[in-house]
Structure formats: structure tokens, C-alpha cells
T-cell receptor
Framework: EAGVAQSPRYKIIEKRQSVAFWCNPI?????LYWYQQILGQGPKLLIQ????????DSQLPKDRFSAERLKGVDSTLKIQPAKLEDSAVYLC????????????FGPGTRLTVL | GENVEQHPSTLSVQEGDSAVIKCTYS??????FPWYKQELGKGPQLIID?????GEKKDQRIAVTLNKTAKHFSLHITETQPEDSAVYFC?????????????FGSGTRLQVQP
């Protein structure tokens, strides 16, 4: 079974530029999460989707971050404009449905903002 | 919201010794407690989980215990091996609502000395 795929794996940008990350969850998984992991800390939720609807985006800085999951499968996370403090690893995770708790994580995208 | 505290932040053991990592949580509604292992440059990998209706769970050299009254849970690794060296995260969430986002601890860096 293929795991959660993410791209790119690494990205370096200057502050005030924009960047986008892509995630392809495990086939058949209805629930998709984006987490931000700052160096030395545990992951923190940015947004949770159930199919193509948003379940929880209370921690998403909506003035600069946006995310979509238009067809209920792939998802993109965008930052515009980026700030220095956005430097982190962005992790995508998926779970089978809104009942099963087990979350499977992708390898992450390491973002460096200069 | 939920708050998860994890101790110690670093742990060094000799190969063959046991390692114990402890976590406390604040939300009495939390009922699912997974543990993840994260190796350098990779996403978190689920190693074991426990639900609130169970006090202990074991999988080969790994065991987790849960004390709901005290709101703490622990990871026990016996007969440690060099390949156990990684950062370990505990997490908690409640299955009672649609919001299944995990709240993570700050991580424990385990180093197993050969």
C-alpha cells in the first residue's frame, strides 16, 4: 500500500514570496490533515479536511495561509506572503474516515524562508 | 483545548537497557493516545497506540500504559537497540467529535549507545 506522498521535499524562498505544497493521501482515505512542525517541537494542526470539506481550520493563519482539497483527494497548502517564522516542516497526514483515529504521515516538506 | 506535556526531552541509554517516556494530558475527553517515532528527515511513524478503555498494550519490545485518573500515559521500550534511536512523540485526541486532530507532546530524543 502506497503511503502519503508530498512534494516538494525541500523549498527555499525569500520572505514575502509565495509557496505551495502538495499532498496525495493514501488511496481511499477521506480525512486529510496539514500539520506544521517547527524545529524541536511536535507537529501542530493547521487544517483538517473530511472529503473536500473543512472540519477544523481554527489554527490556520488565514491572512497568509490557504488550503484546498477540491476533489476530495489531493490537497494543496499555500503561503502568501511567507514570513521568516514560517520556516518549518509541513506534514500531511491522512486517516481512513472520520471515525478511525489512526493517522499516517507523509515525509513532509521542509520550508526555509530567508 | 488539549495540552500534552512530555518528559524527558532527551534520554540516553545503553543498548539492551529499557527506556521510559512519560506524557500527561489535560483534556479528560481525550480517549485515543498514539505514539510516533520520527527519524531524521522523515515523517512521524505510528509505533503503538492505546484507547481509554484499555490500561496497557504491548507489541513485542514496546508497551504503553494509560492512567486515565491521573491523565498520564507512558511508553516503555525494552531491550533497546541502536535502531531505536530517534525522536519519539506522544499525542492525544478525542474521538467524540469530528475534530480528530492530534495534540502532540514536545518530543523525546532517544539515543541508544552501542
Amino acid at each position: 500500500e502506497a503511503g502519503v506522498a508530498q512534494s516538494p521535499r525541500y523549498k527555499i524562498i525569500e520572505k514575502r514570496q509565495s509557496v505551495a505544497f502538495w499532498c496525495n493521501p493514501i488511496s481511499g482515505h477521506a480525512t486529510l490533515y496539514w500539520y506544521q512542525q517547527i524545529l524541536g517541537q511536535g507537529p501542530k494542526l493547521l487544517i483538517q479536511f473530511q472529503n473536500n470539506g473543512v472540519v477544523d481550520d481554527s489554527q490556520l493563519p488565514k491572512d497568509r495561509f490557504s488550503a484546498e482539497r477540491l476533489k476530495g483527494v489531493d490537497s494543496t497548502l499555500k503561503i502568501q506572503p511567507a514570513k521568516l517564522e514560517d520556516s518549518a516542516v509541513y506534514l500531511c497526514a491522512s486517516s481512513l474516515d472520520g471515525i478511525t483515529d489512526t493517522q499516517y504521515f507523509g515525509p513532509g516538506t521542509r520550508l526555509t524562508v530567508l | 483545548g488539549e495540552n500534552v506535556e512530555q518528559h524527558p526531552s532527551t534520554l540516553s541509554v545503553q543498548e539492551g537497557d529499557s527506556a521510559v517516556i512519560k506524557c500527561t494530558y489535560s483534556d479528560s475527553a481525550s480517549n485515543y493516545f498514539p505514539w510516533y517515532k520520527q527519524e531524521l528527515g522523515k515523517g512521524p511513524q505510528l509505533i503503538i497506540d492505546i484507547r481509554s478503555n484499555v490500561g496497557e498494550k504491548k507489541d513485542q519490545r514496546i508497551a504503553v500504559t494509560l492512567n486515565k485518573t491521573a491523565k498520564h500515559f507512558s511508553l516503555h521500550i525494552t531491550e533497546t537497540q541502536p535502531e531505536d534511536s530517534a525522536v519519539y512523540f506522544c499525542a492525544a485526541t478525542s474521538s467524540n467529535t469530528g475534530r480528530r486532530a492530534l495534540t502532540f507532546g514536545s518530543g523525546t530524543r532517544l539515543q541508544v549507545q552501542p
